[in-house]
Every structure is written in C-alpha cells, then in structure tokens.
C-alpha cells in the first residue's frame, strides 16, 4: 500500500518526448505476404466496458428535457439506427411518436432501461451498430466476420476480455453466433482482480468507503497485459470492441490487418536471423546496427557492443498501425527518450508535459494517431514465449481524478497496454488508411456512413 501512496505523492510520471512520429518514422508498405498465417494467430478484444458513456447526451436530454444539436439529430434520424428495429416494437405497444416532446423521455427509458432494450447497461460488445438488410449486428459478430479474413484459415481464435457481470449475457450470445461455424474459437477472461489498485482521497490517503473499507477499483486497461500473457499464440492482434465497420466497407480493414502482420512477419524472421548470428559470433556490425537503428529506431548512445545489441533485439515486436491525426481524444506515437536510448513509443496527452513549451510544441505537431490496431509477436527467436510482465515500465501509472458516490478520490491506473505495458518492446509504425478507425464514443457515431453500408450512400 505504501508504495501506491507514494506514486500518488508523486503524480503521473511525464516521458521525455524527442519529437513527434514523422513519415521518416513509418515502415512503408512494400508487399503483403500471407506467410504469418502459418503461425498461430489470436485477436484479443477489451470488451469489459459498458456503453454508459455513449449514451450520455441521452441521460441528460432525461433530467434537462433541453433539445441540444446532437438529441435532435438523435430523433430526426432514429430510424437509421441499427438497433431501431428492436426499439420500434416498444414504441408500437406505447404508440410513442419521437416528434412528441413528452414521448420521447419514454422512448430513451426504453432504449436504456432494464424494463426495455437495457442499453445503457450492457457492453459496448452487445449493442447492434451496423444495420443489413433485414438484421443488424453487433462489434462481436463484426471482429469475426472480419477475423475471419486475416486469421488462419481453418481455425479462427478470439479472446475477449469482459466482465464477470456479463459472462452469462456473453456465454449465450456467442453460442447463438458459433451455429454452424465450427472453425471459430472463441475463448474470454475478466480483468484479474487481484490487479485493482488502491483510491484515495485528495490528501492522499486510503479512500474508506461508509463500511469502513479501504477501497479497491479496477486497474485500468494496462492490467490486461496479464490477460494477454495468458494467452497461447504466436501473432496476436489487437483491437478495441467498437472499432468495427459494415461488412461492405471491410476489406480496407483485412488489407491492412495483412499489411502490419506481413511486415512483422518478415521483420521478426529478420531480428531472429540476426540474434542467433550474435550468439555464434558470426555477424555483421554493419547489419546490427542497420536494424536497431534504421528499422526499429532506436538511437543509442555509446558503442553497441553484443550485450547492448542482444538487449535491444531480444524482446516482444508490435507493429502498429497509424491514422492520420483528426483531433480524436488518445494517445499517439512519438520518439521518447530514456535514460540510455531513444525509441518509438505510444503516448497518451496526460503522460506529457504541456506546461513545457518544447513538449506542447512536439504534441501539436503530431501528424499521426493511435487507433489501437497492433499485431504483436511474442515468441523469442527459439519460439519461447517472452513473459510479457518483464517488459513493463512500471514507471508509467496513470494518476486520475473520479468520484465515488459523489465524492471525489484519486485512482491508480497500470501503465496503458499500449502505452507503458509495452514500454520495452520493439515498435513498427505503419499508416493504414483512415477507413479502417471507427470508433463509437457517442450514440450518434452510429449514424455515420460506415454503419450502413454502401446502399445508403
């Protein structure tokens, strides 16, 4: 406990940014092998969180009744929801028209409560966002179909994290999804408990709740780097749960998945080519340090001798992809700099110091962002698994201000999965098109065009 007050004390460690990822940053697209299908190949999907705070204009249109910009796009175009169909059957036994102001507070009850569609309270995995013709289906059905496409061919594995809450919810939807389509695997686990950290109060000392106990919240999604260690695999691939298009638009996606597990691929053939040519004394300097240096970017100081070159080589590889930069909220990919290196790495805004004008100056300028597309590979060049936990930078916890039952306290998060999680793995960055990012922080995201498909354009 003493430890987690002091990084209270402390505060959220800042990274030293160098620069901001440029285009002389990316690893190009060259040719797109399928080779890596013949490794054992995992989509690991976070898929605890409710869709709460998707729905947050709707909980408030509840309390205020104020018709902002975004509650009457809502109901102008209900009917272009995936989910309006199961909505619609409600609203016939009430005979509720959206265009009546007192109606409308009923439709929302409806959509969200428990005695209804229950959407407020379900994960983001089990709400309906893309409509076909004649059903609408949900990011679950959406990460396979799409899985399906890149992953092995004759058996296709998904892991998703969820809560304990909604296991027997997940249990019965995927039994329904899995008729007939004996080649998918689908297995789950929940955020271990034994990794939630301690709260506390402004002054920095243990939160109690009104039973007098100390309290414990989830750890974050840095946690699940613990999940992901778990998991048997050669090549895992990662993606958040909403990050799912209409089946019409998805072949940008699979083209990109292909892309960054192909690169990986051969790049990781490259680093085990080249360790065992260092254990047996029989390599190249020159081609060393080509490969720390102009492929995996890692500036050094000093000699690279052959402890320096093998520390550097031997660890965990993750290719990510890169969006251009829209102003989403999240992190993004940047050179950071250690105490003896520096490398690329993903950054979230709070772990950067904005108050230092040369750090803002580094931020503002990034021309890219993290979608949270990674392919990892996670086998040493012997095809032993590394243990992911001893590549963490436990340095890069996350300090944030939140409420308990009105009052305020301060949590601990894990370094991010992608951000410190991954602080000492080698890092590819590649940019796919913005066509392959969806992502669903409102419920009016769901009316974009990527959840329709081509025949509503």
């Known amino acids: 406990m003493e430890k987690s007050i002091e990084k209270f004390r402390k505060g959220t460690n800042y990274v030293k940014v160098e620069s901001a990822v440029t285009k002389e940053h ?30 947050e204009d709707l909980y408030k249109y509840k309390v205020d009744q104020i018709e902002t910009e975004s509650i009457r ?11 309006y169909k199961d909505l619609s059957g409600f609203m016939e036994k009430e005979h509720l028209q ?15 409560g428990a005695s209804g569609m229950n959407y407020g309270s379900l994960p983001k995995a089990l709400i309906k966002m893309n409509a076909y013709e004649g059903y609408s289906a949900t990011p679950i059905e959406e990460h396979l179909y799409e899985g399906e496409r890149y992953l092995n061919e004759e ?16 249990n019965t939807f ?51 780097i613990e999940n992901l260690n778990d998991l048997d695999g050669d090549i895992l691939f990662i993606k958040n749960i909403d990050n799912v298009c209409h089946r019409d638009y998805v072949e940008d996606t699979v083209v990109a998945k292909k892309a960054l ?62 969006v251009r930069n829209q102003g ?32 803002m100056e580094h931020f503002k300028s990034s021309a890219y962002f993290n979608p949270v597309d990674l392919v990892c590979f996670v086998r040493d060049h012997r095809g032993r698994k590394f243990n992911l936990l001893d590549f963490v930078n436990e340095d890069r916890y996350f300090i944030s201000r939140k409420t308990y039952k009105g009052k305020d306290i301060q949590a601990l998060e894990y370094p991010g999965l992608w951000n410190g999680a991954m602080d000492n793995w080698n890092t590819l960055f590649v940019e796919v098109p913005l066509s392959t990012f969806h992502p669903v922080k409102k419920v009016n995201d769901l009316l974009k065009p990527c959840r329709k498909g081509r025949s509503a354009e």
């Open 26 to 55: 990316l690893t190009p697209v060259t040719e797109i092998s399928e080779e890596y299908r013949k490794l054992k190949c995992v989509k690991f999907i976070p898929a605890s969180g409710v869709a709460t705070r998707m729905f």
């Open 73 to 83: 796009r809502f109901f102008e175009e209900l009917e272009d929801f995936a989910f």
């Open 98 to 112: 959206k265009d009546v102001p007192s109606n409308r507070i009923r439709i929302i009850e409806h959509l969200l």
């Open 155 to 170: 058996n296709s594995q998904y892991h998703f994290t969820i809560s304990k809450n909604h296991e027997a919810l997940f």
């Open 174 to 224: 995927i039994e329904s999804v899995r008729v007939g389509r004996e080649n998918i695997i689908v297995t789950y686990s929940f955020q271990k408990p034994e990794t939630d950290t301690l709260a506390v109060d402004l002054e920095n000392n243990p939160f109690r709740t009104e039973e007098g106990q100390i309290l414990y919240r989830p750890g974050g999604h840095g946690a699940l």
């Open 261 to 322: 597990a192909s690169i990986g691929y051969k790049t990781k053939k490259r680093i085990d080519g080249v360790i065992e040519a260092i254990l047996q004394e029989d390599y190249d300097k020159s081609a060393v340090e080509d490969l720390i240096c102009s492929v995996l970017h890692i500036d050094y100081e000093g000699d690279l001798t052959r402890d320096k070159a093998l520390s550097f080589l031997n660890r965990p590889l993750r290719v990510c992809g890169v």
């Open 328 to 359: 989403e909220p999240g992190g993004g990919p940047f050179v950071v700099k250690s105490k003896e290196y520096s490398d690329l790495q993903i950054c979230e805004k709070s772990e950067i110091d904005l108050k230092d004008p040369e750090q």
